[in-house]
T-cell receptor, first 113, second 114 residues
């Protein structure tokens, strides 16, 4: 069974631009969560989606948004990029609500210049 | 407020010996705990988990112990192998408020020397 895939793997953007990252969960997994990893803050939860609905959101500004499609694939968007948004963005999938074991993709490394 | 803490930034162990990684949590509402291993430039890999109704869970060389009264869990790797060298993250989950959200510790770098 294929794992979680994320595209693109690497991205360089300029301050003020916006970016969209994509995630395809493991087949059969219906819950998708996004995390940001930075050297200073570690792994921080961004949001969680299940059945195309956002179930939970972390403490990030409104510039960070996401959505989930009917096939469970998910995208996250960051608008008006700031230098501090440079990070590894990780997507994780699980079977569904209450299934805490999440399986991570390789991440998208975003660099904002 | 750091709800999940891994107080040892790094640990060095000889090949074949036991590695013990520790994790403390402050929120008594957490009821599920997980350990992940992470190599550079890769996503975290799920290793083992434990529910709060248990105090021990084993999977091959990996055993997780949970002490609810002390709000402490540990991961034992026996025997340690050079391929185990990675960053290990402890994570906690649980309560309806959190959904499937995982709260991670800062990680411990494990180096297994051959």
């Amino acid at each position: 069974k294929a794992g979680v895939t994320q595209t693109p793997r690497y991205l360089i953007k300029t301050r003020g631009q916006q970016v969209t990252l994509s995630c395809s969960p493991i087949s059969g997994h219906r819950s998708v969560s996004w995390y940001q990893q930075t050297p200073g803050q570690g792994l921080q939860f961004l949001f969680e989606y299940f059945s195309e609905t956002q179930r939970n959101k972390g403490n990030f500004p409104g510039r960070f948004s996401g959505r989930q499609f009917s096939n469970s694939r998910s995208e996250m968007n960051v608008s008006t990029l700031e230098l501090g948004d440079s990070a590894l963005y990780l997507c994780a999938s699980s079977l569904g609500v209450g299934y805490y074991e999440q399986y991570f993709g390789p991440g998208t490394r975003l660099t904002v210049t | 407020d750091q709800q999940v803490k891994q107080n040892s930034p790094s640990l060095s162990v000889q090949e074949g010996r036991i590695s013990i990684l520790n994790c403390d949590y402050t929120n008594s509402m957490f009821d599920y705990f997980l350990w992940y291993k992470k190599y550079p430039a890769e996503g975290p890999t799920f290793l083992i988990s434990i529910s709060s109704i248990k105090d021990k869970n084993e999977d091959g060389r990996f055993t997780v112990f949970l002490n609810k009264s002390a709000k402490h869990l540990s991961l034992h790797i026996v025997p340690s192998q050079p391929g185990d060298s990675a960053v290990y993250f402890c994570a906690a989950a649980g309560t309806m408020e959190y959904g499937n959200k995982l709260v991670f510790g800062a990680g411990t770098i494990l180096r297994v020397k051959s």
